[in-house]
């Protein structure tokens, strides 16, 4: 059974910064391309960015608000996915989720909750 | 980038009766080397992830209900549910992955009327 657990969000001030990982089980991680989209409170849905696996490349994209700001790596020799939050703004408060992509988003982790406020 | 607008933003449907969902992109997501629309489904239910219900327009992700069908190509797309159950209560969602960045519909609201 695929699963996908997020975990490391919480309160951060703005400026501050904050590491998701997204620990993977349930299949061959190294292989597959992974993203991170997330929702803000009672809104609707954003792409953050994606790794493409090691053996196309690892290379990264990211969603221009997060562009310089977010990094996104991974290690395959721990099934996990890491997502890098650096100079974090209120508008960046939301639940982070990490996906697959194959390339449609077909497995999600449950969310974990990152809150951007003073 | 690729705009996808989703209409309408919610409906009520009675149970046991047809829902459907439109969503048109700003420009085509259809790959003419291999004739595929780059558009997915999802469904939401409040508290929980969204979750993979078609990919590749028309194709149904394992163990989602036959009752789920969707259709079109090139900028205009329809989800459809042919016989609403109040599990189906939910947001959902269109996304095209023909380009980065993937973008997302705004989202439809499916209640029982």
């Known amino acids: 059974e695929v699963q996908l657990v997020e975990s490391g969000g919480g309160l951060v001030k703005p400026g501050g910064s904050l590491r998701l990982s997204c620990a993977a089980s349930g299949f061959t991680f190294s292989n597959v391309w992974m993203s991170w989209v997330r929702q803000a409170p009672g809104k609707g849905l954003e792409w953050v960015g994606r790794i493409q696996s090691n053996g196309d490349g690892g290379t990264t994209e990211y969603a221009a608000p997060v562009k310089g700001s977010f990094t996104i790596s991974r290690d395959d020799s721990k099934n996990t996915l890491y997502l890098q939050m650096n100079s974090l703004k209120t508008e960046d408060t939301a639940v982070y989720y990490c996906?697959?992509?194959?390339?449609?988003?077909?497995?999600w982790g449950q969310g974990t909750l990152v809150i951007v406020s003073s | 980038d690729i705009v996808m607008t989703q209409s309408p933003e919610s409906l009520a449907v009675s149970l046991g009766e047809r829902a459907t969902i439109n969503c048109k992109s700003s420009q085509s997501v259809l790959y003419s080397s291999n004739n595929k629309n780059y558009l997915g489904w999802y469904q939401q239910k409040p508290g929980q992830p969204p979750k993979l219900l078609i990919y590749w327009a028309s194709t149904r992700e394992s163990g989602v209900p036959d009752r789920f069908s969707g259709s079109g190509s090139g900028t205009d797309f329809t989800l459809s549910i042919s016989s609403l159950q109040a599990e189906d209560v939910a947001v959902y969602y269109c996304q095209q992955y023909y380009s980065t960045p993937p973008t997302f519909g705004q989202g439809t609201k499916v209640e029982i009327k």
């Open positions: 996906t697959t992509m194959s390339p449609a988003l077909n497995y």
